[in-house]
């Protein structure tokens, strides 16, 4: 059942949520947790698609949030993987905000989650691997090697200056 | 009412959750993003309290998830400001999970959160500066320049080779 | 801002559920009702996505449940305005349950809501036309006024025998 | 336990809810989707009432809804079974919202719902005959046939000209 | 529109709520804090229609709760006001759980919970009057002076020697 | 695993909850069941730590609720045990609301919970004793005796002239 290689469209996950009172703070700004915790949800998905597996979140990136999303705004996230690691995946999610009334729609932010795939007794099992298909995917499945590297020092997995991809990061475009 | 200088003791914020089913995929973990949510919210209180401002999340750096917390956990969360940074606060969350029955106990992960301090109008104001207590007050006030120079190469809003600080975290200890 | 005519492309939505524990009865099948919720709010989105306005649910035609779904499948659910009729607009919504660990997926139900477009005072306002464009359009865009005849008849509004689409409906095929 | 013939006295469910926050929509009125749920539940907690078992929802006929409810007000749903067809039983709801500091009371719609009594194993298991006693029960028994003709034409189980008993409907009183 | 003196059969409200996973502990039995959110709701619904104001809980009395409620059943609570003292109300809650499958049904637990009526400024107003009809009605009645006085002793805001009508309590009957 | 006694230190619980839009009513104030609820959820916990095992609440001693707690109010709920019966213990729980943007802080209320520690079979277990050590825990602990006469009373298990503890409730200070 489980395919060797699969591309990224075979899993991609889009959800719509409408942002509720219960979602925000007095200011009716959507708070961080929840959408942290949407975007939990929409990557598992996504996770469980690639894997036919049950999954769980083993890291998140770093994720910055910008402007404001506010009470009753539609926010719609879109999951694809970029890389599977043996029994892991890097997720990519992209957020977008829109307000119906006035018609103005952004882009909120994005991060990257990580998911290890596991059998019925919670044990860790291979994800097929991914053949990204377009430039953008090609780009961001080449990427994940050194997000990875990132990661692994962030966690004190690594030692900095055997990051050999992650230097890259470190020198001016 | 606000103080220019506050210690992390005057701030500090714990929170105990149990874990409910809702909470938790089909092999009865915690999902990573319902932790996200509460660790979001116990900082954004740590950082009420610290600014006596309603405060929104500006980022959260990359968290690593390690062993499995199960349904009818206790999950202990405590966060603390770590360093001020005119309107912005950055805080350490630590988080313990705890079986009842087995008498097991451990950390399941910590993570930085940063908020901004805003008025009633949503526009962002000055927070109390963070005056360190204890000596691991003092370190990871210390560390909070480091950690502020990665989010910003991360977002692109610096260059690597600009990040004075955060070259210390490439270099072998 | 809003556009007089309209392609049901322009404002279709995806969503995507977890079914949780909650979501269930004691059987572990996910509960009617809950499944009725999702429907209204992915066809609400789609709704505010077309009209630019909020919207309120009018009717909801009648909905048969087939086969269970079960605690921890993945539910997608899509809706696509259907036509427009002045201030209202019929909405088409489809769901698919997915089991992951085993692979199973089938289509589950599909129901036709209709909402109605409303300005900020709660009073409704014209939505715009709606232009199909595959010939799956074209056909739930004819038979909207069918559908149309029978919710005026089931509430009470219109004779049965002044609807002269309808009786398409009592004709053998 | 199963008594062969039940009356709908013997089911009858009451249930009262206060519209919160986070059943509005930015207007402040009750989502249809969320009423369509407390129907459910309702109607769900009537066939558990009368079948002795646990229940399935099987199909909604269509529901319009009329003036809005708004946030703070009572609605009351009222459930009975109106007919048992073997394992299925049909299920009238009605409800009302009341508005407490205006003293204001309005039906608000009804509806009906079908529901499958179920084993433990998940098997439809026949339940009780409904014996009606009321000149409206009765009424309502009769006119069950009717309407499950027009299910099972809607549900594309039954050709419109073999629904004897649906020809009734369409012509004028 | 507030007569002067309501009956409290003119106010009677009964809930119906299935106990889901949410509310339940690990051993699937109903949490007690969630039951008195919802002795609290009912109470509360009837406490607004009986004043036709919002009201807010002014005191609990002591609930002692007996055989476990377990997930699946049917909780019905039915709330009665029972006497009303210038600005606030003591109403009378009783809970059922029943048990589908088994049929099994039994008196759960019992509470007076008081209420206090509010004007939209959130200050306090008169209620109306309670006149008890039934003989059970008559006997809670004049209890509440009783109840009344106890609250107010373990409050702190009466001496135990001042409170004649409890007296009557500590004597053998 | 289960000492024989325990100090009230070692299972202190904290909690804190931000006061969300579905936990208050109309007039924003929260809902005192809503504070019933988080109150059983730290005292269970802290029961769960004390004993070292599952618990479910046995009972709840009357309650008075003063001043209201506002939407986004910071709630602070600390608990502790205050003597062990066999297997069952009292637990003390205070609860603070704080306002931040005003910077007001108050006590809002507090109680007794009792609850029961149970086996994976659900059948009481023994609870460690419990040992105060400061002088307010002492009082808590010689007070508990005579609480658990009037609860007993209460729920019409011991006649009050049995009470010997309780009747220095009687007598002026």
Chains 1, 2, 3, 4, 5, 6 share one sequence.
Request: with cysteine; hydrophobic share 40%; charged share 25%.
């Amino acid at each position: 059942m489980n395919n060797l290689v699969k591309s990224p469209s075979e899993s991609i996950t889009v959800m719509n949520e409408l942002v509720l009172p219960n979602d925000t703070n007095t200011l009716n700004n959507l708070m961080g947790g929840r959408l942290l915790h949407w975007m939990d949800i929409v990557a598992a998905i996504t996770g469980q698609k690639h894997s036919g597996k049950i999954v769980v979140t083993a890291s998140v990136d770093s994720v910055s949030f910008g402007k404001c999303i506010k009470l009753g705004d539609v926010v719609t996230l879109e999951a694809k993987v970029t890389r599977a690691f043996n029994t892991s995946m890097e997720i990519h999610i992209v957020v977008w905000a829109e307000n119906i009334p006035s018609g103005e729609k952004f882009k909120s932010n994005e991060a990257y989650y990580t998911f290890v795939s596991l059998d019925r007794n919670g044990t860790p099992v291979k994800a097929p691997e991914l053949k990204p298909e377009t430039e953008d995917e090609q780009k961001k499945f080449e990427g994940a090697l050194r997000r990875r590297q990132l990661r692994l020092i962030l966690a004190g997995k690594m030692k900095p200056d055997e990051a050999t991809e992650l230097k890259a990061l470190f020198l001016p475009d």
